[in-house]
């Protein structure tokens, strides 16, 4: 069973997550929170396997309490932000602060139980339809000169996978525009992480565009 915490100041939201969440046989909402110091407070006493967090909410807002959460648990956290897009200008500082993923609160509700698997199994939530349009408008810091010096610890495989990843590209989709398999696109995507120092493909993306790797509106392939 995948234990989830849902965090959100409307109860009205809890109650909607909660009842998509555990129509499914492998999930079960162990508890709820209603602003970030609470949500804190409920992941260190119940340990969930995923925490479903809004942003915006009284007390502390969800960036602060992923930051916290993820100082106190480290790898074990793993947080899915659900937000607003045209409102929530500091997502990127969630993603940031080690965010495991984000969600659009009008996404249909197959999505939402798709993306706590997703981080439940430890992977990122990368929907590419949605991470270009959320780099592209939060990283604002000017990319550097030069390539970093990082790029020259990675194989030329790995980076032509970080240009995949950086895109939002799911491991079936790098496999095949790489042709290789699976199995291997994850090994290519572990190692690429413990070279760069990041936790998850979230932050490899975010690295990625920072650093000038992709440029936000460019086409990746020409890393």
């Given at each position: 069973m995948?234990?989830v915490?849902?965090?959100?100041?409307?109860?009205?939201?809890?109650s909607?997550?909660?009842?998509?969440?555990?129509?499914?046989?492998d999930?079960?909402?162990?508890?709820?929170?209603?602003?970030?110091?609470?949500?804190?407070?409920?992941?260190?006493?119940?340990?969930?396997?995923?925490?479903?967090?809004?942003?915006?909410?009284?007390?502390?807002?969800?960036?602060?309490?992923?930051?916290?959460?993820?100082?106190?648990?480290?790898?074990?956290?793993?947080?899915?932000?659900?937000?607003?897009?045209?409102?929530?200008?500091?997502?990127?500082?969630?993603l940031?602060?080690?965010?495991?993923?984000?969600?659009?609160?009008?996404a249909?509700?197959?999505?939402?139980?798709?993306?706590?698997?997703?981080?439940?199994?430890?992977?990122?939530?990368?929907?590419?339809?949605?991470?270009?349009?959320?780099?592209?408008?939060?990283?604002?810091?000017?990319?550097?000169?030069?390539?970093?010096?990082?790029?020259?610890?990675?194989?030329?495989?790995?980076?032509?996978?970080?240009?995949?990843?950086?895109?939002?590209?799911?491991?079936?989709?790098?496999?095949?525009?790489?042709?290789?398999?699976?199995?291997?696109?994850?090994?290519h995507?572990?190692?690429?992480?413990?070279?760069?120092?990041?936790r998850?493909?979230?932050?490899?993306?975010?690295?990625?565009?920072?650093?000038?790797?992709?440029l936000?509106?460019?086409?990746?392939?020409?890393?």
């Amino acid at each position: 069973m995948i234990r989830v915490l849902v965090v959100d100041d409307q109860a009205l939201v809890r109650s909607g997550f909660r009842m998509m969440l555990e129509a499914e046989d492998d999930i079960e909402v162990i508890g709820e929170a209603a602003d970030g110091k609470e949500a804190i407070d409920r992941h260190r006493v119940l340990r969930p396997d995923v925490v479903v967090m809004d942003v915006r909410m009284p007390e502390m807002d969800g960036v602060e309490a992923t930051r916290l959460i993820n100082e106190q648990a480290g790898d074990r956290a793993r947080i899915l932000i659900v937000t607003t897009f045209d409102l929530d200008d500091y997502v990127h500082t969630a993603l940031r602060a080690g965010a495991s993923g984000f969600l659009l609160k009008d996404a249909p509700p197959e999505q939402l139980v798709d993306a706590v698997r997703v981080v439940a199994a430890g992977d990122a939530l990368l929907a590419p339809s949605v991470t270009r349009r959320l780099i592209e408008r939060f990283t604002d810091e000017p990319a550097q000169a030069a390539p970093p010096i990082e790029l020259d610890q990675l194989t030329e495989r790995e980076r032509e996978v970080l240009q995949e990843v950086a895109k939002g590209s799911s491991n079936a989709e790098i496999a095949e525009a790489l042709f290789v398999s699976e199995t291997t696109v994850k090994t290519h995507v572990g190692h690429l992480l413990s070279k760069l120092g990041l936790r998850d493909r979230v932050q490899a993306v975010v690295w990625a565009y920072e650093h000038g790797v992709v440029l936000p509106g460019a086409d990746p392939a020409g890393m």
